[in-house]
């Protein structure tokens, strides 16, 4: 199974693990298929692990859709959405299941040779972090 690293803002990351944000919204969806695992990481200041989540349904529709269907469960302001979706016909809500907490927080390099932060999906084998899920905290 693919995992994939997903860089999410610090303030979008906590609403995350706090429960507030059940769904995570982007401008495209996994190039790789299928991916079920999600690692959390805090993009700087912070830059590492916080957290964990499986995929839940991932929904493609148009923006205002997605704000009438999961806006009120967002974690994000009405206006920051739009401000990033500004002229984009479509997104994708990622479904945000079963949360868990690195605490604390993991540095990805110490396991992930040659990681360099990317603005949009790292995706690697579940085995390269073999045994890091052991330091996940349920929530």
Do not use: N
């Not at 995929?55 to 206006?79: A, H, T």
């Amino acid at each position: 199974m693919t995992s994939v690293l997903l860089s999410i803002r610090p303030e979008y990351a906590k609403e995350i693990i706090h429960g507030r944000k059940k769904y995570e919204f982007r401008k495209s969806t996994f190039k790789k298929q299928p991916v079920d695992h999600v690692y959390i990481s805090a993009s700087s200041p912070i830059k590492k692990l916080v957290g964990t989540f499986r995929v839940g349904q991932i929904v493609k529709d148009k923006p205002k859709i997605l704000w009438d269907r999961f806006g009120d469960c967002s974690g994000i302001s009405k206006e920051r959405f739009f401000e990033y979706f500004a002229g984009r016909s479509s997104a994708y809500a990622i479904g945000i299941d079963r949360v868990g907490v690195f605490d604390p927080p993991i540095d990805p390099m110490e396991y992930i040779p040659g990681f360099a932060a990317s603005q949009s999906f790292y995706y690697f084998d579940d085995t390269l972090l073999k045994g890091i899920d052991a330091m996940v905290c349920d929530l």
